[in-house]
């Protein structure tokens, strides 16, 4: 992978990492000004999948195109993604938006876990960035100053993952599929997802007049979280940019107490501190490229050989 290609997938993981650590803060607000947890879920994620498709539809109507089992998989990672969803916002009502977060950032172990399952070997050095991460993730979770809700911590154990998991299943899609095409259909099936968990157990909204620019706020990270984390899969490798997106974690966590009003004890200063140098390790990360493989669990996710006369639909720029 070339310098210049690596530098981009650093930056998009990065920018990843600052907009999804304000939506758990935009979806605590939301809880507390009272929303469901299914309602924050569904409401964000429709809105940014409707954008979304209204862009590419006006201005990038190639991205539209995806070769059908590249569908189906977008379709499997927005249902895995969505169920992971509304484990985490319901989580995120039991528990504070920084706790709850912390017990997040334990995906990329998952993440590690599915690429293993999938064939795919990690590198030393991220592996032992993994190792390094845990005592300071440790640190923040055991000496939090108020109780832990288990069925909130399961869930959003639970959340992580799911979340770990859809990330695989992108990986996969994006060795033939652009950035744009995967996070376009993989966020309408992510929304129909929850929407429909919405209106089948909720259908409640809050009194008139209560605050809506929470929702709106989630909605604008959501998209653009979800473009550049791709972004980052793409030019980065998929456990590389997990673990770069532990940064988001701090930014949820400085987020919850400028805004929330929440605080950390100094041993979980240490542990954040823990958390930013096995981030910073990233840079001695040289794991090569992932190849297409044809085994795997999701190795049915690769697209069958064209023939000579074989030649996909494209649509109209």
Same mark, same amino acid.
Not at 101 to 115: D, G, K, V
Not at 179 to 190: I, K, R
Not at 262 to 288: A, C, K, N, Y
Not at 302 to 310: A, M, R
């Given at each position: 992978?070339?310098?210049?290609?690596?530098?981009?997938?650093?930056?998009?993981?990065?920018?990843?990492?600052?907009?999804?650590?304000?939506?758990?803060?935009?979806?605590?607000?939301?809880?507390?000004?009272?929303?469901?947890?299914?309602?924050?879920?569904?409401?964000?994620?429709?809105?940014?999948?409707?954008?979304?498709?209204?862009?590419?539809?006006?201005?990038?109507? =190639?991205?539209?195109?995806?070769?059908?089992?590249?569908?189906?998989?977008?379709? !499997?990672?927005?249902?895995?993604?969505?169920?992971?969803?509304?484990?985490?916002?319901?989580?995120?009502?039991?528990?504070?938006?920084?706790?709850?977060?912390?017990?997040?950032?334990?995906?990329? !172990?998952?993440?590690?876990?599915? &690429?293993?399952?999938?064939?795919?070997? #990690?590198? *030393? #050095?991220?592996?032992?960035?993994?190792? $390094?991460?845990?005592?300071?993730?440790?640190?923040?979770?055991?000496?939090?100053?108020?109780?832990?809700?288990? #069925?909130?911590?399961?869930? &959003?154990?639970?959340?992580? $993952?799911?979340?770990?998991?859809? #990330?695989?299943?992108?990986?996969?899609?994006?060795?033939?599929?652009?950035?744009?095409?995967?996070?376009?259909?993989?966020? &309408?099936?992510?929304?129909?997802?929850?929407?429909?968990?919405?209106?089948?157990?909720?259908?409640? !909204?809050?009194?008139?007049?209560?605050?809506?620019?929470?929702?709106?706020? &989630?909605?604008?990270?959501?998209?653009?979280?979800?473009?550049?984390?791709?972004?980052?899969?793409?030019?980065?490798?998929?456990?590389?940019?997990?673990?770069? @997106?532990?940064?988001?974690?701090?930014?949820?966590?400085?987020?919850?107490?400028?805004?929330?009003?929440? *605080? !950390?004890?100094?041993?979980?200063?240490? @542990?954040?501190?823990?958390? $930013?140098?096995?981030?910073?390790?990233?840079?001695?990360?040289?794991?090569?490229?992932?190849? *297409?493989?044809?085994?795997?669990?999701?190795?049915?996710?690769?697209? =069958?050989?064209?023939?000579?006369?074989?030649?996909?639909?494209?649509?109209?720029?």
């Amino acid at each position: 992978m070339s310098a210049s290609l690596r530098k981009i997938g650093i930056q998009a993981a990065l920018a990843s990492a600052i907009f999804s650590g304000c939506a758990p803060i935009f979806g605590k607000q939301a809880i507390l000004y009272g929303f469901s947890p299914l309602a924050v879920t569904a409401i964000r994620t429709t809105l940014a999948a409707v954008a979304l498709l209204i862009l590419m539809a006006v201005f990038k109507r =190639s991205y539209l195109y995806m070769y059908p089992v590249g569908l189906i998989g977008c379709a !499997l990672a927005g249902f895995v993604n969505g169920i992971g969803s509304i484990l985490y916002y319901s989580a995120i009502s039991r528990l504070d938006a920084s706790l709850g977060h912390l017990l997040y950032s334990f995906y990329p !172990l998952f993440m590690a876990f599915w &690429m293993l399952v999938d064939l795919q070997p #990690i590198s *030393r #050095i991220t592996a032992l960035r993994l190792v $390094v991460a845990l005592p300071g993730v440790y640190l923040l979770i055991s000496n939090s100053s108020t109780g832990v809700d288990l #069925i909130g911590a399961g869930m &959003m154990i639970g959340s992580a $993952v799911l979340y770990a998991l859809h #990330i695989r299943i992108t990986q996969r899609i994006l060795f033939e599929a652009p950035a744009q095409s995967v996070t376009l259909y993989t966020l &309408m099936a992510m929304g129909l997802t929850v929407l429909i968990a919405y209106l089948l157990f909720d259908r409640n !909204l809050p009194a008139a007049g209560t605050p809506w620019w929470p929702l709106i706020g &989630m909605a604008f990270v959501t998209f653009f979280s979800r473009f550049t984390l791709f972004l980052g899969v793409k030019h980065l490798g998929g456990i590389q940019t997990a673990l770069l @997106g532990l940064g988001e974690l701090l930014v949820t966590v400085v987020l919850a107490m400028v805004w929330l009003g929440e *605080r !950390l004890t100094p041993l979980q200063w240490l @542990g954040g501190f823990i958390l $930013v140098v096995s981030l910073l390790m990233v840079g001695f990360d040289r794991h090569p490229p992932e190849k *297409r493989r044809s085994s795997g669990l999701l190795a049915w996710l690769n697209p =069958s050989p064209l023939g000579k006369t074989d030649f996909p639909w494209q649509p109209h720029p």
